[in-house]
């Protein structure tokens, strides 16, 4: 059995042993060349600070693709997630009666 912990990239197996993991974003890909439009100021900016700007580019989309994803999945499952708060609403959570908070 093993145990992922997705926001610091490391996991545990059923020994307990810490292991490192690759995360999925970070597997190397076939990169290609394109051409963006950046403001000027920014990108002198940019380059005096010495900023990778291919891997902030890729870290900034990643990040994009990742809430784009994520409302559309919420709107995906608008309906079920409005059901089931009309549940919980007259029927309560399954864990009212045994939680101690």
């Known amino acids: 059995m093993r145990i992922f912990d997705a926001h610091t990239g ?4 059923a020994h307990m042993r ?3 993991f690759k995360r999925r974003a970070d597997r190397t890909a076939a990169k290609r060349a394109t051409n963006v439009s950046i403001r000027s100021d920014l990108l002198d900016a940019a380059r005096e600070a010495g900023v990778n700007l291919s891997a902030t580019l890729e870290r900034a989309l990643a990040e994009e693709l990742a ?3 994520r409302a559309r999945w919420r709107e995906e499952n608008r309906e079920a997630i409005d ?3 009309e549940y919980v609403s007259a029927h309560g959570a ?3 009666g045994v939680r101690s908070f």
Not at 10 to 13: K, S
Request: proline share 0%.
């Open 10 to 13: 490391i996991g545990y197996n």
């Open 18 to 20: 810490r292991r490192l």
């Open 67 to 69: 809430n784009v994803q």
């Open 83 to 85: 059901a089931y708060n």
């Open 94 to 96: 399954f864990s009212d």
